[in-house]
């Protein structure tokens, strides 16, 4: 079986062609770098993505914040339920750790702006 | 009146990055004027990532794209005045400006950079049938509700455009728990990146309608739906093709235009593609000492390229109040309407020269060539070519030294 992708990791956005046999990868084509090829595989297997979003801070105001390293794909709603309980004690730096090691993703969610 | 040699108008991407890349040319009396509250003008509210590869190798949200040269101009010290607003910049480079503090005050500056950005095609340019009830923004604005104030306009959403704000904010409802119903775009391609259609849509099984518009929108005081349609090639909606999507939001994200007020008050001359100033290589406007960069001179698919031009800007501004200057010439470069636009749209001096283009539509197997009357001065080859992938090619002082004009063309096989 032949998936078609478009890879994310750059805007450059590849379009990818993976071979796949039983689930398994056998080959990659279209990417321009090694990243392409690395995320095609992942996508196959184990799609991972980053979350974006805001958190409720202390003040009833909101601070944008994500996740430090990729999560799985099928979790991305649950860690937003865990977001959006999340409140931030200002005031908050870039790359403050909001929530642990989310959901057990091994990502920790950190602030992406300064406020006080 | 106060003398500042150069005075940046906006304090976003394109403004903090002109100021940094003048100081480090040694420009020390200079000044940012920004309207808002802050630095960092709309990556405020992008706070999505996919910011930075290109300039700083890693993956940042907008806030923190911004933050790297905030950092830089508070760490340089140049100087810059928040919620003040310019209200005129004469030709002879005197800027009016105006906040609470000092009230209306004038400027001579030496040289000007303008750097306003652009702002979002207005919902009223758009004629869809029926009703005007409550619930319809603007993508852009629906982003400054959700990110900056926390609110979500809306539970039901269909979104007008398959530019990238309004892919990123099909997303960003989506997980904060509304419904997208539909992306609509009129055109047979979209005009947002191929990545944002797979991170954004695709992972949310949001159906992308090429070829779709909405056709009339319906609901008294707050919209209750709209009604979309298939169009011909000519863009007309087909008639048997109506589908109502019951909805109590509708996002436009139909394009950006640079924001050239300002420029209009200081007699620049501006391009009627672009919409932004004529600029030359240096991203000097025809006004002399008055520069343009960043999306108030044509608008960027990233925020790195903005950053990019606003150094060239930058650093330009610095050679020309230091009086520098390279050998002249003066080449006019051409289109040829598959090609829309190129900037700089002038060559000045002769110095090697990078030229932005951006195509009219999706073509396949092209040979971009640069023509010297009938003489090929320059040629490559590309699978494809899209409107919404700006494009570039560096010449050579020898391709263009002896020149009048150039043209820009592209070969379609
Ligand atoms: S394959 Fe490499 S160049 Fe192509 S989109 Fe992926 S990361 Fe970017």
Redesign the interface.
Known sequence: MIRE???????K?C?LKVELENGAVMNVTGFTCPRGKQYAIDECTHPM??????A?TDNG??I?V?TDRTVP?ES??DC?TEI?KAVVRLPAR?GDTVIENILGTGANVVA???MD | MKQIDLVIIGGGPAGMSAAVAAYESGVRNLLILERDAHLGGILQQCIHNGFGLHRFGEELTGPEYAWRYEKQVWELNIPYMLNTMVLDISPDKVVTATNSEEGIFQIQAKAVILAMGCRERAKGALNIAGTRPAGIYSAGTAQKYVNLKGYMPGKNVVILGSGDIGLIMARRMTLEGAKVHAVCELMPYSGGLARNIEQCLNDFNIPLKLSHTVVEIHGKERLEGVTIAKVDERRRPIAETREYIPCDTLLLSVGLIPENELSKTASVPLDRVTGGAVVDQDRQTEVEGIFACGNVLHVHDLVDYVSEEAEIAGKSAAAYIAGENAEKVDVALHTDGKIRYTVPQRITQKKAVTVFFRVADVYRNVTVKVKDGDNVVYSRKKPKVAPGEMESITLKPETFANAGALSFELEVQ
């Open positions: 992708l478009t890879c994310i990791v750059c805007p956005g379009p993505r980053t979350i974006t979003s805001t409720r105001e909101v944008p994500k794909k991305m709603f937003m959006n870039i992406t702006a300064n």
